[in-house]
């Protein structure tokens, strides 16, 4: 009638996209059914060790590691529901032999090291070009800004000169390096 815990081993499988990952639960049990953990296994403990480990490499090749578009659950993003699905999987496999599973939490949880640093460098880039994105939508909504407001002090530029102004407003905003400034002398003809 104790809560015992198990620690999985750290198992290596493919999630849902197949790329390798390394996984490990801890599940925290209670025998409530004494007759049944005793005469209907032969050992209970290595029962709830064997099904807790396939119900947990189930699960893993249900999700994603993460996903790249936000959209639906991944087992990085959404470990509330993993560890739900988790112990939803594991307890009709317990029922046989007494056990009322309490909790399951995923302990742990990476790309297996042979992909670890492409799947980092594509979190990078993905970071990157978010960040990117982010800039751009600035740039213009002050290129907007600053065209808006110089027609409102009465400075009214022809079409020419407002695509000059835009382009070297949105180079000196989104480029990653310091903007030189030129000065021009003469007409744009």
Not at 41 to 54: A, D, G, L, M
Not at 84 to 92: S, T
Not at 123 to 144: D, F, N, Y
Request: proline share 2%; hydrophobic share 45%; no cysteine.
């Amino acid at each position: 009638m104790r809560v015992r815990n198990f620690n999985s081993a750290k198992l290596k499988v493919n999630d849902v996209d197949g790329n390798p990952i390394e996984i490990a639960a801890v599940i925290v049990f209670r025998v409530i059914d004494s007759a049944k953990a005793v005469f209907d296994v032969e050992n209970y403990e290595e029962f709830v060790k064997i099904q807790s480990e396939t119900a947990l490499r189930h699960v893993a090749t249900k999700y994603p590691y993460d996903n790249a578009d936000e959209e639906g659950l991944s087992l990085h993003g959404n470990g509330e529901e993993v560890s739900e699905h988790l112990k939803q999987e594991l307890q009709p496999r317990l029922d046989v032999a007494g056990v009322d599973v309490i909790e399951a939490r995923l302990t742990h949880l990476a790309y297996s090291t042979e992909i670890a640093s492409v799947m980092l460098q594509r979190q990078q880039a993905s970071a990157i070009l978010a960040a990117r994105k982010k800039i751009v939508e600035g740039a213009v909504g002050m290129a907007q800004m600053a065209i808006e407001q110089l027609e409102k002090d009465g400075l009214n530029l022809d079409e020419e000169r407002k695509m000059v102004m835009i382009n070297n407003l949105m180079v000196s905003i989104v480029s990653d390096r310091a903007a030189q400034p030129v000065i021009n002398t003469g007409n744009l003809n």
